[in-house]
Nanobody
């Protein structure tokens, strides 16, 4: 059974930075595309970023481009989301997700990745 565990959330001031981590166990991490979604209070879950299994491809939602960076360490079975220049509208529960190979529809289309963590809360205060 594939398990994803996020960490690194917390309270940060506007303009600050946080790095989220997601440790994956129980599967073959090196073949999974990995990514992040977020859900703000009262809103639908939203795609944030994805990285391909080999790290060669990354894709971001427009609102985080230039501020967030997704990366992965296949030796550690871990994916990261470095978040800089944080804004109040970045406040949300951030969910790590994984999927076999790279299916764009599952990340920023109508589908959804197969594996999910339980989420970590990021609060950006002004």
């Amino acid at each position: 059974q594939v398990q994803l565990v996020e960490s690194g959330g917390g309270l940060v001031q506007v303009g600050g930075s946080l790095r989220l981590s997601c440790a994956v166990s129980g599967g073959t991490f090196s073949i999974y595309s990995m990514g992040w979604f977020r859900q703000a209070p009262g809103k639908e879950r939203q795609f944030v970023a994805v990285i391909s299994a080999d790290g060669a491809i990354t894709y971001y939602t427009d609102s985080v481009k230039g501020r967030f960076t997704i990366s992965r360490d296949n030796a550690r079975n871990t994916v990261y989301l470095q978040m800089n220049s944080l804004k109040p509208e970045d406040t949300a529960v951030y969910y790590c997700a994984g999927d076999r190979w790279y299916n764009a529809n599952n990340w920023y289309g109508s589908g959804r990745p197969s594996y999910w963590g339980k989420g970590t809360l990021v609060t950006v205060s002004s």
